[in-house]
T-cell receptor, first 112, second 115 residues
Framework: AQSVTQLGSHVSVSEGALVLLRCNYS??????LFWYVQYPNQGLQLLLK??????LVKGINGFEAEFKKSETSFHLTKPSAHMSDAAEYFC??????????FGAGTRLTVKP | ETGVTQSPTHLIKTRGQQVTLRCSSQ?????VSWYQQALGQGPQFIFQ???????GRGNFPPRFSGLQFPNYSSELNVNALELDDSALYLC??????????????FGPGTRLTVL
């Protein structure tokens, strides 16, 4: 079965600094990979998804992620953090689209 | 275009009771998935409905059941509530096109507290 591991339950960066949130996946077949963001007391919002069309995926709000098969990774990056980026971020994987597996989440804090 | 809506927003029940949570899918979507998100954890897949039929189930006991209606809205029913059922329940809809991983659009969730 597929799974994801998010390295680091908490990440803290200064405003304007690089954001790097790590995600490694496990899958026996080519996966579909997603990053979602969750603000307090809200549902999940899709940031971006990988569906094998391109290894570098650009999403909303300046985020992007690179699929690296050799490293089984799909890390999320943003060149310059904004205060509004403070939230919980989830990486997720699916093969067949009816069983999406989420990581435990990474809480991003942005310091002024 | 109306997004995914869920009701109620919050709910408090006692152990042993039954609860029904509701979800209206986004316009044009025929697939609804339900997730349980315990505090401080990622969402866990409960089950998915596609055109009124169950189309996959996660590792949840039979007391978690669901329905999907002809208008593609959905219900999640939980019987014999336990304390560990306290969580945020998320509904997500997608338009199954068979062309790969369809994006799931999430509702705001229902916060269930079991006392």
């Amino acid at each position: 079965a597929q799974s994801v591991t998010q390295l680091g339950s908490h990440v803290s960066v200064s405003e304007g600094a690089l954001v790097l949130l790590r995600c490694n996946y496990s899958s026996s077949v080519p996966p579909y990979l997603f990053w979602y963001v969750q603000y307090p007391n809200q549902g999940l919002q899709l940031l971006l998804k990988y569906t094998s069309a391109a290894t570098l995926v650009k999403g909303i709000n300046g985020f992007e992620a690179e699929f690296k098969k050799s490293e089984t990774s799909f890390h999320l990056t943003k060149p310059s953090a904004h205060m509004s980026d403070a939230a919980e971020y989830f990486c997720a994987v699916t093969n067949n689209n009816n069983d999406m597996r989420f990581g435990a989440g990474t809480r991003l804090t942005v310091k002024p | 275009e109306t997004g995914v809506t869920q009701s109620p927003t919050h709910l408090i029940k006692t152990r042993g009771q039954q609860v029904t949570l509701r979800c209206s899918s986004q316009s044009g979507h025929n697939t609804v998935s339900w997730y349980q998100q315990a505090l401080g954890q990622g969402p866990q897949f409960i089950f998915q409905y596609y055109r009124e039929e169950e189309n996959g189930r996660g590792n949840f006991p039979p007391r978690f059941s669901g329905l999907q209606f002809p208008n593609y809205s959905s219900e999640l029913n939980v019987n014999a509530l336990e304390l560990d059922d306290s969580a945020l329940y998320l509904c997500a809809s997608s338009g199954s096109s068979g062309m790969g991983a369809d994006t799931q659009y999430f509702g705001p969730g229902t916060r269930l507290t079991v006392l």
